[in-house]
């Protein structure tokens, strides 16, 4: 099983609607860091998580880390055709190793018009 | 403007050829990675360097090397003995410790 498991693996939403996207570890989480990526690009960081109950937002989308920091949630309110794309988490497992990274397969986002 | 540069985008070689991908950064970065990306498996660590001539294996080191000769680059070479070295490469970069990594633009590698 994988140390980092994202879900939905693909997600095809309505313009205007919200959606979640879930990222679960196996291990205790020390920061836990999600970034887009269009495909066949490099990846765009979005947000850092560190303390359990951390909430950050940006624009129109919110991250959580859970209280227990195994578990974070990526929300997207009201979509647009430009949220489209490859969302990653990220976990680091041994505190502050922001590039050495376990990374989760990835959540595909399509925005209908 | 700072950055992470990755050359070239596309790239193919024949089986057994040895082949070398290229990474610059000039955001005066200490640290340096190449991630490998295939479908469905989001992305795997091959190697890292934290600091300029040493540089430590990550999950899927087998059949790569790299060097890091200097600050700004960290090239890897792909070896006849990777035994599927089709992917989609990604370099990154950052301040030691827990910062985010700047991803390069990645470079599609395909043996033929």
């Known amino acids: 099983s994988q140390e980092l498991e994202q879900s939905p693996q693909s997600l095809i939403v309505q313009e205007g609607k919200n959606l979640t996207i879930n990222c679960t570890s196996s291990k205790t989480l020390y920061g836990l860091y999600w970034y887009k990526q269009k495909y066949g690009e490099g990846l765009i960081f979005l947000m850092m998580?560190?303390?359990?109950?951390e909430e950050k937002s940006h624009e129109k989308i919110t991250a959580k880390l859970d209280e227990k920091k195994q578990q974070s949630s990526l929300h997207i309110t009201a979509s647009q055709p430009s949220h489209a794309g490859i969302y990653l988490c990220?976990?680091?497992?041994?505190?502050?190793?922001?590039?050495?990274?376990?990374f989760g397969q990835g959540t595909e986002l399509s925005v209908k018009p | 403007d700072g950055g992470i540069t990755q050359s070239p985008k596309y790239l193919f070689r024949k089986e057994g050829q040895n082949v070398t991908l290229s990474c610059e950064q000039n955001?005066?970065?200490?640290?340096m990675y190449w991630y490998r990306q295939d479908p469905g498996q989001g992305l795997r660590l091959i190697y890292y360097s934290q600091i300029v001539n040493d540089f430590q294996k990550g999950d899927i080191a087998e059949g790569y090397s790299v060097s890091r000769e200097k600050k700004e680059s960290f090239p890897l070479t792909v070896t006849s003995a990777q035994k599927n070295p089709t992917a989609f490469y990604l370099c990154a970069s950052n301040w030691q410790g827990g910062t985010e990594a700047f991803f390069g633009q990645g470079t599609r590698l395909t043996v033929v």
């Open positions: 998580l560190q303390k359990g109950g």
């Open positions: 955001l005066n970065h200490d640290a």
């Open positions: 990220g976990a680091d497992h041994k505190y502050n190793q922001g590039g050495k990274l376990i």
